[in-house]
DNA sequence: CCTTAATCGAGACGGTACGTCGTGTCTTTAT
DNA sequence: ATAAAGACACGACGTACCGTCTCGATTAAGG
């Protein structure tokens, strides 16, 4: 019920008859409201007001937990990512890696995705703050993605040399890239064109490293 | 207007001196004043009736040209970038990539990284036209990034197998993706980096190219 | 509001001293404004957002109250004239008659004529209730001219025979037409002709009242 | 043709493929589009742009001959009621005054009467005029009053000294107010009753006139 | 157990921008 | 020169949302 993508009422226990709901539990309803509307409206047209009445609460109980509309996505989606993804185990490198996109595609053809356009455009209280937001959508991404790589190293698939930090984050930005100007589902050719033409030829070439002339 | 639903309005005198402005050369106004609102307040701020004084004019005739904020800008993005660039040449290969992300990442830090931010989130008409605006604000940069490679090739740089359209496209979106995420100014090293760790090393691998198993 | 359909607002601190107003105290002001505004230009220049500023509050305040400008009109003038004022008593029938052509006709001869006027043109939610509230106007004078009346038949000044419905209103309309067509100031001589041209001879005359062959 | 009540191009002859009309020609178009568009929508959606389009012109050509709807309606008005009214000879001076009363009421239930209301909140190019045009809606009647009524004397029916403005001009007054008020159409027995109720008796009273005391 | 302070739910409030419509003026083109 | 067509500048319309505030009802904690 976290998340559902559909249904009016979505997201809301019913709350009337029963005590009335505060702290920890009000939290709860808020942001499961937040997801539910940001799932049926979008980012866009997300309103503070739609919200409350979702949750079956006031604007003023929003306004006192978080400053803006930004912020307040913003902990709705750190609430929902609660449970830590395992890092993808196929076997290959190349599997490891095409499910990683995989799932990082999947996860923007959803309100995530939803969230994370919005969030582009939104200032929070401060640009490093806004900066630190943006960048934390995608450290458990970019988490998962060191994992496959040592994990290939260990197994001797690639080189130690090949990692450094450029490689290990821009496959992932590359699908941002595209979810942010072509939309969301991505197709399944770029991923395969993005581990096969870049990522596996960056990993895997001979070290050398000297390109400076 | 007393019985009118609409204001009586009172037909005010014109003010200004010259005579009163119409098409190409009322639409320019329009549009600079676009860029000019765009350039103090930021696309997030961006309203329509300010625009509309600033270019003495009215609503209604930003209306009649566009029906909405978001195709104003890419309207007024568009005049603005009218002339061609030329790409860069300095000789060497990297040093073509170099100014060609810098070229991108000061545009970047500019009235254009703004109205880029905005017109992320923004739907336009249809999501087919939003996509298609959306890529041909990149349209000339990729360009001009395969002249440059081009050029390389044909002085024997780097080998043909090395040109496809992921390689083509994945740098400046790198950069496209950090201003995005992290904002302007986009520091020099992440453009060397992306060149001499990403871009280079890709370009002049041996020729191979079988990654599928 | 980048995203946000509507204006962002920002949400301006409230620059007023006491609390802000609610309720009845709104209502109040608002009301007052809207007469004040009246007064100052008249119902056909009437302007919901110049109402609005004139009493510190903003156009959807008013909206919420009254579905328009006709209505909110209405309700000022019923507000205003909250206190019922006495039949005039000067001890002549002629006396009371001339007194009370004469507050009506002052009356006219101000915001509520100017009211008057242009609740004239408008029409209210549905026909009945326009007629009514445009009746509801002249009911406190109709009612003054049936006491008068009375109190003339008391005193035997006048045959009973001679009080009808139409005698009772048909004096009173003369001098709103001729308000409507000529406008205000009400000229004296007027208000005397049709008391002793039309009025007192009505009054008077000898009880056949078979005119019908 | 010249005021069909109906119809979405009535009152327009069509002259694409003719001359372009001129003067007198274009002059008669306008109108009638004025008085169609005037019984279609009412004074109250009465637009220039509405009626410009009726008559297949323009708006600047309404405005060259008029400069404001108030003043193009009541020239519209003027044009209508070109044809001079007999005065009604019924042979009894009842009948002559119902007949006039019934042509009045008849005439207000009609775009006559839309138009009525309309003028009597506008204000045209000064006080003098506006009067002066409000008062001219109603010579027509006045002329026809005063006509039965010297048949009247003529005819020994009453008497000369029943003969005062007062007396002409009142029972048209009172069936307009009524319309004003509750719109038309005007229920016969209103009529009815001014007639027997007020003006019989009033022009037959035995002459004394002396009511000042 | 009963006060007392806090918080909740509900929604009014002041404000800003929206996108539309009508007015009366002006410009252009075709007749 | 004038008609037809419509663009233009202006300003009011009525709506939507923001973020703040007020109010009464409910609830947890303190005496």
Redesign the interface.
């Known amino acids: 019920m976290v998340a559902t993508p559909a249904g009016p009422a979505a997201g809301a226990a019913d709350h009337r008859k029963g005590p009335r709901r505060r702290g920890e539990v009000l939290d709860t309803a808020i942001l499961e409201a937040t997801l539910a509307e940001l799932a049926e409206v979008g980012?866009?047209?997300?309103?503070m007001g739609q919200i409350a009445a979702r949750a079956h609460t006031s604007k003023a109980s929003l306004y006192k937990r978080w400053p803006n509309r930004a912020e307040l996505v913003v902990a709705a989606l750190a609430r929902q990512r609660g449970e830590p993804v395992p890092a993808p185990d196929t076997g290959?490198l190349?599997g490891d890696l095409l499910a990683l996109l995989r799932w990082g595609a999947q996860r923007l053809d959803g309100l995530f995705g939803e969230a994370v356009?919005?969030l582009?455009?939104?200032?929070l209280t401060n640009?490093e703050r806004?900066?630190s937001v943006?960048?934390n959508m995608?450290t458990a991404r970019d988490k998962l993605m060191s994992e496959i790589l040592e994990r290939a190293t260990e197994r001797g698939d690639i080189p130690v040399t090949a990692l450094?930090?450029?490689?290990i984050g821009?496959a992932p930005?590359?699908v941002?890239?595209?979810f942010?100007?072509?939309?969301a589902p991505i197709p399944d050719e770029l991923l395969r064109?993005?581990?096969?033409?870049?990522l596996?030829?960056?990993l895997?070439?001979?070290a050398d490293?000297a390109?400076?002339?």
Do not use: K
Request: aromatic share 8%; charged share 20%.
């Open positions: 980012y866009a047209r997300l309103a290959s190349r356009r919005g582009m455009v939104e200032t640009p806004t900066a943006r960048a995608f450094n930090p450029h490689v821009f930005a590359l941002d890239h595209h942010l100007i072509y939309g064109g993005i581990v096969d033409d870049l596996l030829p960056l895997t070439l001979p490293g390109h400076e002339p």
